[in-house]
Protein backbone atom coordinates (compact mmCIF):
# COMPACT_ATOMS: atom_id res chain seq x y z
CA UNK A 1 0.00 0.00 0.00
CA UNK A 2 0.97 3.69 -0.84
CA UNK A 3 -0.13 6.72 0.89
CA UNK A 4 0.15 9.88 -1.13
CA UNK A 5 -0.58 13.36 0.46
CA UNK A 6 -0.33 16.56 -1.46
CA UNK A 7 0.64 19.87 -0.63
CA UNK A 8 1.52 23.66 -1.74
CA UNK A 9 -1.60 24.41 -3.55
CA UNK A 10 -3.15 27.68 -2.72
CA UNK A 11 -4.80 30.95 -4.99
CA UNK A 12 -1.97 32.68 -7.39
CA UNK A 13 -2.52 35.40 -10.01
CA UNK A 14 -2.32 34.49 -13.96
CA UNK A 15 1.37 34.14 -15.06
CA UNK A 16 2.16 33.17 -11.14
CA UNK A 17 3.82 29.92 -10.00
CA UNK A 18 3.09 27.09 -7.72
CA UNK A 19 4.64 23.86 -6.67
CA UNK A 20 2.87 21.23 -5.62
CA UNK A 21 4.90 18.35 -3.65
CA UNK A 22 3.52 14.49 -2.92
CA UNK A 23 4.84 12.99 0.27
CA UNK A 24 4.66 9.38 -0.10
CA UNK A 25 4.47 6.70 2.59
CA UNK A 26 3.63 2.69 3.04
CA UNK A 27 6.39 1.65 0.91
CA UNK A 28 9.63 2.69 -1.09
CA UNK A 29 8.84 4.02 -4.45
CA UNK A 30 11.52 1.15 -6.92
CA UNK A 31 9.94 0.90 -9.71
CA UNK A 32 6.56 2.97 -9.75
CA UNK A 33 5.41 5.17 -12.14
CA UNK A 34 4.45 8.69 -10.79
CA UNK A 35 1.67 11.31 -12.03
CA UNK A 36 -0.28 14.18 -11.16
CA UNK A 37 -3.96 14.41 -12.71
CA UNK A 38 -6.15 17.62 -12.43
CA UNK A 39 -10.11 17.81 -12.30
CA UNK A 40 -11.93 21.18 -12.36
CA UNK A 41 -15.39 21.87 -11.76
CA UNK A 42 -18.05 20.14 -14.18
CA UNK A 43 -15.28 17.96 -16.03
CA UNK A 44 -13.27 14.88 -16.00
CA UNK A 45 -10.35 13.88 -13.79
CA UNK A 46 -7.46 14.55 -16.58
CA UNK A 47 -3.73 13.11 -17.04
CA UNK A 48 -1.26 16.12 -16.07
CA UNK A 49 1.91 14.49 -16.13
CA UNK A 50 3.91 11.55 -15.38
CA UNK A 51 7.64 10.41 -14.30
CA UNK A 52 9.46 7.13 -14.36
CA UNK A 53 10.72 5.42 -11.14
CA UNK A 54 14.39 6.59 -12.23
CA UNK A 55 13.34 9.99 -13.26
CA UNK A 56 14.68 9.78 -16.56
CA UNK A 57 11.57 9.42 -18.82
CA UNK A 58 8.90 12.16 -18.36
CA UNK A 59 5.30 13.00 -19.88
CA UNK A 60 3.09 15.98 -20.11
CA UNK A 61 -0.61 16.99 -21.65
CA UNK A 62 -0.10 19.18 -24.27
CA UNK A 63 -1.63 22.04 -22.07
CA UNK A 64 0.81 22.26 -19.94
CA UNK A 65 3.55 21.45 -21.82
CA UNK A 66 6.57 23.67 -21.43
CA UNK A 67 4.82 25.48 -18.58
CA UNK A 68 4.90 22.46 -16.11
CA UNK A 69 7.50 20.08 -14.81
CA UNK A 70 7.63 17.02 -12.68
CA UNK A 71 10.50 15.90 -10.70
CA UNK A 72 10.96 13.52 -7.95
CA UNK A 73 13.38 12.65 -5.13
CA UNK A 74 13.30 9.14 -4.93
CA UNK A 75 15.35 9.09 -1.21
CA UNK A 76 12.82 11.61 0.16
CA UNK A 77 9.65 9.49 -1.27
CA UNK A 78 8.74 12.74 -3.01
CA UNK A 79 7.30 14.06 -6.56
CA UNK A 80 7.14 17.63 -7.56
CA UNK A 81 4.47 19.86 -9.97
CA UNK A 82 6.63 23.20 -10.54
CA UNK A 83 3.65 24.87 -12.49
CA UNK A 84 4.72 28.21 -14.44
CA UNK A 85 2.81 30.85 -16.34
CA UNK A 86 -0.52 29.82 -14.58
CA UNK A 87 -3.76 30.37 -16.43
CA UNK A 88 -7.43 30.66 -15.13
CA UNK A 89 -7.45 27.61 -17.09
CA UNK A 90 -5.21 25.49 -14.61
CA UNK A 91 -7.79 25.71 -11.56
CA UNK A 92 -8.65 22.30 -10.56
CA UNK A 93 -8.06 19.83 -7.67
CA UNK A 94 -4.39 18.32 -8.24
CA UNK A 95 -4.00 14.86 -7.86
CA UNK A 96 -1.13 12.87 -7.14
CA UNK A 97 -1.11 9.34 -7.97
CA UNK A 98 1.12 5.99 -7.84
CA UNK A 99 1.49 2.77 -10.30
CA UNK A 100 2.18 -1.00 -8.57
CA UNK A 101 5.70 -1.45 -8.70
CA UNK A 102 6.17 -2.30 -12.63
CA UNK A 103 2.50 -1.41 -13.37
CA UNK A 104 0.92 0.88 -15.79
CA UNK A 105 -1.81 1.43 -13.59
CA UNK A 106 -2.11 4.13 -11.17
CA UNK A 107 -3.65 2.06 -8.20
CA UNK A 108 -2.86 4.91 -5.56
CA UNK A 109 -4.15 8.37 -4.57
CA UNK A 110 -3.52 11.10 -2.82
CA UNK A 111 -6.77 13.16 -1.47
CA UNK A 112 -5.97 16.61 -3.47
CA UNK A 113 -5.02 20.00 -3.31
CA UNK A 114 -7.01 23.03 -4.57
CA UNK A 115 -4.99 25.61 -7.20
CA UNK A 116 -6.35 28.52 -8.05
CA UNK A 117 -5.84 30.85 -10.41
CA UNK A 118 -7.07 34.00 -10.84
CA UNK A 119 -7.15 36.74 -13.82
Known amino acids: QVQLEESGGGLVQAGGSLRLSCAAS????????MGWFRQAPGKEREFVAGINWTGYSTFYADSVRGRFTISRDNGKNTVYLQMNSLKPEDTAVYYC????????????WGQGTQVTVSS
Open 26 to 33: GRSLRRVV
Open 97 to 108: AATGEDSTSYDY
